[in-house]
C-alpha cells in the first residue's frame, strides 16, 4: 500500500528534526510530507535539511485543521492508499503506525491511536482528561461510538477517509469533529492502543486555563455539527 505520512507544524525547531530521524529510522518505506503552517521559527529550514520529507510551506498559519486538510488535498491528488496523521512534537511514537496501517488493510476507516485503552504512557492533564471524558459522552450520545481518545491527532486514514477530508475537514479543534463527520458519511471507525509521549521541547498550546476554554468551545461545535447536514 502506499503510505503517507502527515505532521503539521507549526514552531517546532527544536522537535521536528528529531521526530523525522526516527520515522526515517523506523517507517523507511513511509512517504512523509510536513505542512510547514507559517512558522516564524526555523522550522522550514530544519526539515529542509533532513532530507527526510516533502515540504508544503503555507504562507500564512492556516491552524492545525487548513494544515492537516492541505495535507490529505495532497494524498488524494497523489493516490495515497493510508494517511498516517502525526503531531511535530514527539508525542506520536512511530512504533504505532504498522498496527494502525493493518487495521485499514482491514477494512476500518479511520484508525484512532488511544492513550485510553491501555493507559500506558503520557496521560495529559486532570481538565484535559476531564474534558476528553465530556466529549466522550457527546460523541457516543450523537454517534452512538464508544471513542475513548477523541482529542487523539494520531491516526490512520483509508483512501475514502482520504477523499472525504480533503473535501472536508474542521479547522479549529478538528479531531472530535472529524469523528463526527466520518460517522456521518458511513465511515467504518476503530481505536487501537498506542503509547504516547510527553512534547520533547516546549509547551503545548492547550493547557491551563485554555483547555477548559478548548473543551467549551469544541463542545458547541460539536453540538452545531451534529445538527448540520450531511
Known amino acids: 500500500m502506499k503510505k503517507l505520512i502527515i505532521i503539521p507544524v507549526f514552531n517546532e525547531e527544536a522537535n521536528i528534526s528529531i521526530v523525522l ?12 510530507l510536513i505542512i510547514d ?3 516564524t521559527d526555523a522550522s522550514y529550514k530544519v526539515c529542509v535539511d533532513t532530507r527526510a520529507c516533502e ?3 503555507l504562507p500564512m498559519n492556516l491552524g492545525i ?8 488535498k495532497y494524498a488524494l491528488n497523489m493516490e495515497y492508499d493510508v494517511v498516517i496523521q502525526m503531531d511535530g512534537d514527539g508525542q506520536h ?6 498496527a494502525m496501517v493493518a487495521e485499514i488493510e482491514n477494512g476500518t476507516d479511520l484508525c484512532i491511536g488511544s492513550r485510553f485503552i491501555k493507559y500506558e504512557g503520557f496521560q495529559s492533564s486532570f481538565t484535559r482528561r476531564l474534558g476528553i471524558s465530556v466529549i466522550y459522552n457527546l460523541i457516543k450520545m450523537i454517534t452512538g461510538k464508544r471513542i475513548t481518545d477523541p482529542t487523539s491527532g494520531y491516526r490512520a486514514c483509508s483512501r475514502a477517509a482520504i477523499a472525504l477530508f480533503a473535501r472536508e475537514y474542521p479547522h479549529d479543534y478538528p479531531e472530535p469533529e472529524s ?3 466520518a460517522a456521518k458519511n458511513k465511515l ?8 504516547m509521549n510527553a512534547r520533547i521541547n516546549g509547551k503545548s498550546t492547550i493547557g491551563g ?4 476554554y478548548f473543551m467549551i468551545k469544541i463542545t458547541l461545535a460539536i453540538l452545531i455539527d451534529a445538527m448540520s447536514k450531511k
Open 93 to 98: 511514537d512511530p512504533a504505532d503506525i504498522n
Open 21 to 32: 530521524s526516527e520515522l526515517k529510522s523506523k517507517c523507511p518505506d513511509t512517504d512523509i
Open 55 to 57: 515540504i508544503i510551506r
Open 37 to 39: 503552517d507559517g512558522s
Open 209 to 212: 486555563s485554555d483547555s477548559v
Open 188 to 195: 467504518v471507525i476503530k481505536e487501537i492502543p498506542v503509547t
Open 179 to 181: 469523528i463526527i463527520t
Open 65 to 72: 485543521g487548513g494544515a492537516r486538510q492541505t495535507g490529505f
